[in-house]
């Protein structure tokens, strides 16, 4: 081994390291000043990369349509897709490799609406306002655009946004003479009743596995019983509260209850949604997209599956809390072509992409006008009772979010399996956001 | 001189061949590794246009040893691996003693064993995921029908431990038991015969000179197990996400998450640069106590 001087190889991964930095910020350089330079809404031209997973339909490639009618009103921008991975955390980690490695091979990418702070603090996305003009923003639904918003700055272009629902069986309520529920304790004694007379084997099933989705749930809880994980200027960790501790001790219920199966702590959304549309639980908490499924022709249950807004606690004004999910559209920081893909970012925040991707990706859309338009109200039986939700975002505003969430669903699944009381994961949970939002510990 | 000109002239010429290889392994195997080390001894800062390292400072590794979730994640990586490796060793070498008795079939009984171990492990994860669903799985199906309570195997820290162990178990048994195999067809047939004239029986032909004179192979089995159990990644990915809370969580997850989730390179980095350490101990001392008795044998 006496070929490679040992005492090379520092000398070489500094060197690598150096070249790294200055290449990114050269061309971190050239961009910004490309993008000034280009009136939005100017005849750009080129072709440009989306790093896009898959949403919509499975039947149909929404993305697909979306280029095509993008392409047609806009014939000097070619559109490439190319498959990102459907795991949101997967994605993430290859966005970061790739963009932090300096790579312009593709120009716009799908994010989560949860990573506007992260990406923001990490400089992985090319803050919006040089390219857009400040009124394009206000076509945009209440509230979006600032959960975009990282230290004054728009991260992102919102193309869809996503609500939770509550998921009932219609037959088994009418068989029993039961009403929709608009509490949760309502929900529990329904559920229960629905059991013991042998009508479903399961009352209640939602998404309690250790994950991001454990943390929408749990934030939809402990809203609906007047509690909090973090304070509003995202200094102290507020989680460790009667109101939820109350919230914590009404899931973990619904579980020694046997209204919902032990295994709902590791259910995602998928298995969740399986046991539903197999016709195994009478409620199911889930996304917009459930309601397609469960009375799509892969489900036993089609055609007897009704929605509505999720309930609250008893005492409480309904209904309950959703909280926001949804994806958005960021800009590659390294992107080779900025006008031609401000220029698609800037379409696809438009009335014609919003109206596609509402009817036939049974999303609901983010422009307000397109989201209150008859028709669009009409495509789907959940946009009406979306407009009807009471909305609560997670805590994403912060730079350490992905870390206080991990605090909260790992505490807050310890604490449904029984291994630790909702007490002490609680005051746990409470000890590890402290450290994420200080950026002191894991 | 003559000759030894040549030879050096052979080996001046073998070091052009193999210096490609060299740089491949260089630039994918030795850069990454000092560099993770590097990064785990920095002040890390994230942009769009890179990895950008300055100082030299051990607060990376401050935090870890601050941290409770750390040291769980050790605690679990290692005691996960001692329990798993020792029953893969038992099970491995028990299989491989039987593989070498048989007479008919011994082909394909080991296709048969083998399969588990081509199984790529998220695969095979996601199969015993569906064993241990708390709802649809196989396992809860069993127990119900005999009457007992649904299992939630995965719902529980210890169980779901268990589990993750059995699938691993399941899975690179049959790795060691074919290394124990091999080691058993080479070992020389005279020293049984002799001791069997001897007059020893079978149980101390075994324990006292086919087991000592297996200890080689055995060794590297034992050595590629221990490296593969600490770098415990996709059955707990897969299965469990590190849960109940974070009772699963192995280092090499943990390090993912605080990479990639959490963005924090200088943390990560010393996950990854600690838990090489502590896995490089724990193999040296492995081997030192191995080799002290192979020695013993010997002499």
């Known amino acids: 081994m006496r070929f490679i001087s040992p005492r090379l190889i520092p000398v070489a991964a500094l060197a690598t390291c150096l070249a790294t ?15 000034a330079a280009q009136s939005p809404g100017g005849q750009a031209k080129g072709t440009i990369t989306w790093y896009a997973n898959q949403f919509g339909p499975t039947t149909t490639d929404v993305r697909k349509t979306l280029i095509a009618a993008f392409e047609k009103a806009n014939p000097g921008i070619t559109v490439n897709l190319e498959q990102a991975p459907s795991d949101s955390d997967t994605f993430r980690s290859s966005l970061e490799t790739q963009i932090a490695g300096g790579s312009s091979s593709f120009d716009v990418y799908n994010g989560d609406v949860v990573w506007p702070a992260q990406f923001g603090k990490a400089g992985l996305a090319q803050p919006l306002d040089s390219y857009f003009p400040a009124s394009y923003w206000s076509r945009f639904s209440p509230g979006l655009v600032s959960s975009l918003t990282y230290q004054g700055k728009v991260m992102a272009v919102p193309i869809f946004t996503d609500n939770a629902f509550l998921f009932y069986r219609k037959d088994l309520l009418a068989k029993a003479h039961l009403p929709v529920p608009t509490t949760w304790q309502q929900l529990q004694s329904e559920a229960a009743t629905l059991q013991k007379d042998h009508l479903v084997k399961y009352g209640f ?27 509003p200027a995202g200094t102290t960790a507020t989680i460790d509260s009667p109101q939820a501790v109350q919230a914590l001790d009404f899931m973990r219920g619904l579980i020694t209850s046997g209204v919902a199966p032990s295994a709902t702590t590791t259910f995602q959304e998928q298995q969740s949604e399986s046991l539903f549309t197999s016709g195994q639980v009478a409620f199911l908490r889930n996304w917009t997209y459930a309601y397609a499924d469960s009375n799509g022709s892969g489900s036993k249950v089609a055609g007897e599956v009704g929605i509505t807004n999720l309930p609250t606690f008893a005492g409480q004004s309904g209904p309950g809390y959703s909280v926001t999910g949804g994806w958005n559209l960021y800009l590659n920081p390294h992107s080779k072509d900025i006008p031609a893909a401000v220029a698609f970012m800037t379409w696809m925040g438009g009335t014609q992409a919003q109206t596609i991707i509402a009817e036939q990706g049974g999303e609901i859309p983010t422009v307000a006008s397109v989201l209150h338009d008859p028709t669009v109200q009409a495509a789907n039986p959940a946009f009406p009772i979306a407009a009807k939700n009471k909305l609560n975002a997670r805590p994403s505003f912060v730079a350490g979010y992905s870390k206080v969430s991990e605090a909260i669903y790992t505490n807050i699944n310890a604490a449904l399996t029984g291994s630790v009381s909702p007490q002490s994961a609680l005051s746990a949970a409470s000890q590890q956001i402290g450290s994420a939002l200080s950026n002191t510990g894991l | 001189m003559a000759a030894n000109t040549l030879e050096r002239r052979a080996a001046r010429r073998g070091w052009v061949f193999a210096s490609p290889a060299l740089l491949v392994v260089g630039a994918v195997m030795i850069f990454p590794v000092i560099f993770s080390v590097v990064m785990s001894l920095s002040n890390v800062t994230v942009t769009g246009n890179g990895i950008g390292l300055s100082g030299i400072t051990g607060a990376n590794y401050s935090v870890l040893v601050h941290a409770p979730r750390y040291w769980h994640a050790v605690e679990f990586t290692v005691a996960y691996t001692a329990c798993t490796v020792t029953v893969e060793t038992v099970l491995g070498t028990v299989i491989a003693l039987v593989l070498e ?50 299992l939630n195997v995965l719902g529980t820290p210890a169980s779901a431990a268990v589990a993750m162990g059995v699938a691993d178990i399941w899975k690179t048994t049959p790795f060691v038991a074919i290394m124990v195999l091999a080691g058993l067809v080479m070992l020389p047939d005279d020293v049984t015969e002799a001791a069997r004239v001897d007059g020893a029986g079978a149980w101390t032909i075994f324990w006292r000179i086919r087991l000592p004179l297996l200890r080689p192979a055995l060794a590297v089995a034992v050595m590629f197990r221990i490296l593969q159990a600490f770098g415990l990644f996709d059955l707990p990915y897969v299965l469990t996400q590190g ?14 998450r605080v990479l990639f989730n959490d963005l924090d390179f200088g943390p990560g980095a010393a996950v990854a640069a600690s838990t090489a350490l502590i896995v490089l101990v724990v193999c040296l001392a492995f081997l030192k106590v191995f080799r002290a008795q192979v020695g013993e044998q010997k002499g």
């Not at chain 1, 099933?205 to 994980?229: M, V």
């Open chain 2, 243 to 256: 849960g109940p809370g974070t009772s699963t969580e192995s280092l090499a997850l943990l390090g993912y």
């Open chain 1, 21 to 35: 930095a200055t290449v990114g910020c050269s061309s971190s350089g050239s961009t910004t000043a490309a993008g």
């Open chain 1, 205 to 231: 099933a939602a998404q309690f596995d250790a994950y991001e989705g454990l943390t929408c749930d749990w934030t939809e809880f402990a809203a609906d019983a007047g509690a909090s994980s973090v304070n």
């Open chain 2, 101 to 150: 008795r048989l007479q008919a079939g011994r082909g394909w009984m080991m296709a048969l064993m083998l399969l588990p171990w081509t199984l790529i492990t998220v695969v095979s994860a996601e199969l015993w995921g569906y064993i241990y669903n708390g709802v649809y799985g196989v396992l809860d199906a069993i127990t119900q029908a005999f009457g007992g309570q649904g």
